[in-house]
């Protein structure tokens, strides 16, 4: 067992042997040398040894910044990697890694590889993928990304060309904070404690406005409450990176968070620089790639004059210019080769590059004067041009100088818009601005790949700026999607982007309260080479992109006359002071002023949407039932009316529908086969189309699409008096109908008259209602009339007073007056008539025998049998306590009627008859019987009446007659018709 101990201590070693004593082996930012890997075999027990794992050095370091405590940690994690540290601000970590190669030197440019990445198992979930693993990277972690890549690249010392790898990985998120800050400042702690040249640190903060008042790092709640989302980068007395989005900030607010972001960005700084103290990385020496002074001097003999000529030509364009300047790169390319001078040839291309730099800039500070001869505050021609294909929902053509983009606007319904799988923020994007940059536009040849960083950087940034005027979901629900082509590029295809959206917008109809532009700000400076300090700038308004390629800036800015709404600052040298990045929100302004005001001549407001192929967006809501018919089996019934109509039907989550329908006419035409299916919900208050399908002698049942139907009383046909009610309608007849209530079984109550205003003539003929129920505000019903006064009631202040139901023989108000809630679902008039058949078998079996007169067959004499057919049913709902006939009656007139009895047969006897009328009892007042009548209430149109008999009636005020009534007063009346309930209907006698 010794011998086998010794043999696995010999093996151990031997994976160490290449390393000579004392040498050390990086292992992350800890280090090992052969003797302390020796030092850490001990003997855990007698028959065993094993090599003990060490986690190396941890070093860590904290810092409040704002109210958020950040914590820096190395020496844990991926310690073969360069330089590593994990950030956190409570339980949200981010890994970021740095790592590096060496390179041939060949290059003149900067390889730097930025990748951000969020996984599910941060979160604790499983990715919603066919292959249960995350793909490639989605638009967020592009633009973080491009964030980290923005904010340290200008950071690496002039001349460093070596593959550089940043990637920040998110290890763990609670959902409060937003990682991609904390990527940021972790890379920045990474290449600081890494082997790599690298002129940082940098802190990197986000600023956030609630109510006016600025917030550092806000978390993800107080960022969806903020109208300002602003990430800054800097060095330590210089601004790196600026990332904006905003809702029209102005420039004096924004000044005032920079500032802000500017301070508290630098107090990450320090802990930075502790961190790699206590690390104590040595940075590596790396081969620069660097032009010789002699050689640049002679490249710029050869080449100086000739360059200077083509910038002195404003006549010259993009392609122009291009050639000439190729032609003269050429040419001394020849003269280099004739003299074999292999050294100037390796750095022709960069040195050439150079020479044209000065001569720019030589010519800016000189003559004020830029290589198209414009001003330095001077933008190029404008052209606009909107609704340029009208078969488009919108379209629009912006052209600034050469620079030309074509935006059309789609829209959709709200399941159009884009599904975000993200850690962070809204789980859906209903704007969305795709920005295209096709190889044709710098007269290229290239391959069109998949996301491309530098085009979704692009679109992401107008769609910012675009989304803060956007109308809330609320009014204006669409999913919206722009269409970005760049036709020809010259610089700031962005801020063209920018503006051909908004006037696409407007186009589509999309209600845009006013134009958005956007523009771009480069600068032009000297710099000390001794102290790094600027000396003297220039800044430009609206720059070409040759301009952009030897400038030192990049400053995007979009917004309104109003404020800024977007913002995106790329920068070249290693930091810009920040005065000088607030200075130029001014001449951007002014800039931008000047755009609006030539948008604004091609279009000024947004286009009507009822004209033209503006699509219509309708949400209607069905209960579940109703949801299910319509959807059919395996969604069949949806699939079969988007094929019959074109429209496109989407279920949502509440239980209703949205339609997106091409133009006015599809909308109505799917709206029809939808209410076919499931039936239109009726409104009371609403007025429907309808067509009586079946006639009672109680009234008629309307039906509308989809099979619903409704009741018309007779009561409801006219404001004159109808006998029957085959004299006011017929089958098959179609029918404007308003919906005056719900009773408590759920039958709609439908009104023809109350749609139709009564003459003058027809008033008198209108029956006051039941006097037993209060009437009810708003309702539309044979028991409030509020909405028919004549001109004589205008100035009329009666208070109506509710009945009180103490006495004997009072009857308790109606609940079938009273109305149900807003949205009722007529019922059909099989229901209605299985509901009266079970009724009255009910009835019946209660009554007995007892129900059936022996009299029935009798021929009836009296004169109500030579009264209408309704006026016989009251007479003897009055006349008869109980009686049930053949003919089907609805069944709350089954229940009235009785009522009505019970209420008879309790009344008390006869008063005193008065001289000269006729004693009314009960049992027998009839059609034209005077009587005394004593006033119980005043209303609004008319009076309750307490009659002589114990019962009690109603007076409607006719057109200009007495209303100076009190309540007590004695009047002569006589019978002159009854209501549906037998209620007496009293009008004044002669003499009154």
Known sequence: MAQARL?????????LSHYREGQRKPLGCGFCSVSEAVRRISVDEPSSWRLLPDMGDVYSEEVEVGSRLITFETGKLARFAAGAVVLGIKDTKVLSTVVSAEGDGARDFLPLTVDYREKQYAQGKIPNTFMRREGAPKERELLCGRVIDRSIRPLFPKGFVHDVQVMANVLSSDGEQDPDVMAANASSAALMISDIPWNGPIGVVRIGRIDGKFVVNPDMDELSLSDLNLVYSSALDKTLMIEMQAREISNADLIDALHLAHAEAIKLIKPQRQLAAKVKNQKKSFKLFTIMDRTLEK???????????????????????????????????????????????????????????????????????????????????LFCESGSFPALHGSSIFSRGETQVLCTVTLGAPGDAQKLDSLVGPPTKRFMLHYSFPPFSINEVGKQSGLNRREVGHGTL???????????????????????????SDGSTSMATVCGGSLALMDAGVPLREHVAGVSVGLISEVDSSTGTIKDYRILTDILGLEDHLGDMDFKIAGTRKGVTAIQLDIKPAGIPLNIICESLDPALKARTHIINHMERVTSEPRDRSAGNCPCLVTMKFSRESLWRLIGPQGSQLKKIEQETGARI?????????????????????????????????????????????IKEYGAFVEFNGGQQGLLHISELSHEPVVRVSDAVSVGQELSLMCIGQDVRGNIKLSLKAINQPSPSQIQYLPLGDPESPPVNGAL????????????????????????????????ADPTTLYSPPSVLIRSVEECNRQESLSRLKSNNNKGSNSIPKNKKEKDTSPKSRASPLLQHISGILSSPVKNTKKSVPLSQER??????????QISRDKQKPVGSTRAGATSLKLGDKCIATVQQIRVHGLVLQLESGIRGMYRFEACSKRDFEIGEELLVKCSSFSTKGIPVMSLSDGE
């Open 781 to 812: 019903s044979s028991t409030s009339l509020e909405s028919e006064k004549s001109p004589c009631q205008e100035n009329e202040n009666v208070i109506p007073s509710p009945l009180s139901s103490g006495s004997d023989g009072d009857e308790a």
């Open 7 to 15: 043999v696995k201590f010999q093996k151990t070693l031997s994976h």
């Open 650 to 694: 989407a279920v949502n989550t509440d239980g209703g529908i949205t339609i997106l329908a091409k133009n006015q006419v599809t909308l109505e035409k799917t709206q029809e086969k939808v209410d076919f299916i499931v039936g239109r919900e009726i409104e009371v208050g609403g007025i429907y189309k309808g067509v009586v399908v079946s």
């Open 896 to 905: 009235d009627k009785e009522e009505t009895t019970s209420r008879v047969q």
């Open 299 to 381: 490249i710029k003999k050869l080449s100086e004059t000739s360059i200077e000529t083509v910038f002195s030509d404003p006549s010259y364009g993009k392609f122009e210019r291009g050639k000439a300047l190729s032609k003269i790169a050429d040419d001394v390319k020849k003269i280099l080769e004739e003299e074999c001078d292999e050294e100037s040839l390796k750095v022709l291309p960069k040195a050439i590059d150079t020479v044209r730099k000065m001569a720019v800039r030589r010519r800016i500070f000189e003559k004020g004067l830029r290589v198209d001869g414009r001003s330095l505050d001077e933008v190029r021609p």
């Open 462 to 488: 107008a769609e910012k700026a675009l989304l803060a005027l956007l109308p809330p979901e609320d009014n204006f629900p669409y999913s919206v999607r722009i269409n970005s082509e760049v036709m020809a």
